[in-house]
């Protein structure tokens, strides 16, 4: 069973650049396929990106050209680089894994997360 960790979160101006990790313990991470999930304030929680353990990520549009999601599985850890932010990329940032077949467009099929980092960008 992993357990993740996330951090990185903060605030800045749009425009700006944020860097998420998430650090993961426990076995065989590179078997899941992870991802980058957020929630702003009452909205629900939506997928920004996945990545499976060959490095084949996937982008939801709002992410695409701006976000890079990226993995390191000798380090068991996972990475969300945010460029060009925008007030709508505001709120709590999660990471999770799930089974390699899934992507960030099923986040029902992911059954571990972190407790979730803060992002907040200003106008």
Known sequence: QLRLVE??????QAGG????SCAASGDLFSSYTV?????????EREGV??????????YADSAKGRFVISRDNAKN????QMNS????D???YF??????YTSYSAPSDFNTWGQGTQVTVSS
Do not use: H
């Open 35 to 43: 991802g980058w999930f957020r929630q702003a304030a009452g909205k």
């Open 85 to 88: 932010l925008k007030p709508e």
């Open 95 to 100: 990471c999770a894994a799930g089974p390699f």
């Open 90 to 92: 505001t709120g709590m």
């Open 17 to 20: 650049s944020l860097r998420l």
């Open 77 to 80: 850890a996972l990475y969300l």
């Open 49 to 58: 990106a996945s990545i499976d353990g060959d490095s084949n990520a996937d």
């Open 7 to 12: 951090s990185g979160g903060g605030s800045v």
